[in-house]
């Protein structure tokens, strides 16, 4: 019940291209999804965010779908460039307290952007 | 440098033996978190510190142990190390990201190699 779902493992998109990865979760309680960017030999960056109680959360060129009754969740990159290659990571947490609770990571998505 | 710093960047060591890793948290950022990271098993949560004092554990091992000091900065401890301990290690701490949530800001993770 705790695990995130991710897929596809890896995607390959040409430029100008929309690359789609999605999550699913389990468990009803999390209440925070974020989506991570790795790039080789760095740490793993927030990319962006959503709770909930909203649908949808654009940020540029990244957009977060979520629909909570089939409990999925979705990251869409428009116009996915070159440098947009990297491994990308769906997370969902519980917050409890003061302090957020442990994100559950799925198992990445590796996008490669050919030009 | 997104302020969580960790050290050594590399470390390569012979079975059994014991290990330290360290990790200094964002400044004003109370919980420090431990993940694991291996190609076959993706991001793994190890064990959380909120100002000093265990939060939560996930899939740590025995021989893998934790501490977070009055400085906050934490420390993780592998010892009876095996082969299969190698694997990146990063550690995150919070973070206010913009919308009001809280991210997770890792650092650039320390590479560990048991041969």
């Known amino acids: 019940q705790q695990q995130v779902k991710q897929s596809p493992q890896s995607l390959i998109v040409q430029k100008g291209g929309i690359s789609i990865i999605n999550c699913a979760y389990e468990n009803t309680a999390f209440d925070y999804f974020p989506w991570y960017q790795q790039f080789p030999g760095k740490g793993p960056a927030l990319l962006i965010a959503i709770r909930p109680d909203v649908s949808e959360k654009k940020e540029g060129r990244f957009t977060i779908s979520f629909n909570k009754s089939a409990k999925q969740f979705s990251l869409h990159i428009m116009d996915s460039q070159p440098g947009d290659s990297a491994t990308y990571f769906c997370a969902a947490s519980l917050n409890y307290g003061g302090s957020q609770g442990n994100l559950i990571f799925g198992k990445g998505t590796k996008l490669s952007v050919k030009p | 440098d997104s302020g969580v710093t960790q050290t050594p960047k590399h470390l390569i060591t012979a079975t059994g033996q014991r290990v330290t890793l360290r990790c200094s948290p964002r400044?004003?950022?109370?919980?420090v978190y431990w993940y694991q990271q291996s190609l076959d098993q993706g991001l793994q949560f190890l064990i959380q510190?909120?100002?000093?004092?265990?939060?939560a554990k996930g899939n740590i091992l025995e021989r893998f142990s934790a501490q977070q000091f009055p400085d906050l900065h934490s420390e993780l401890n592998l010892s009876s190390l095996e082969l299969g301990d190698s694997a990146l290690y990063f550690c995150a701490s919070t973070a206010r990201y913009r919308g009001g949530f809280y991210g997770y800001t890792f650092g650039s993770g320390t590479r560990l190699t048991v041969v």
């Open positions: 510190y909120y100002n000093g004092e265990e939060r």
């Open positions: 400044s004003g950022d109370l919980s």
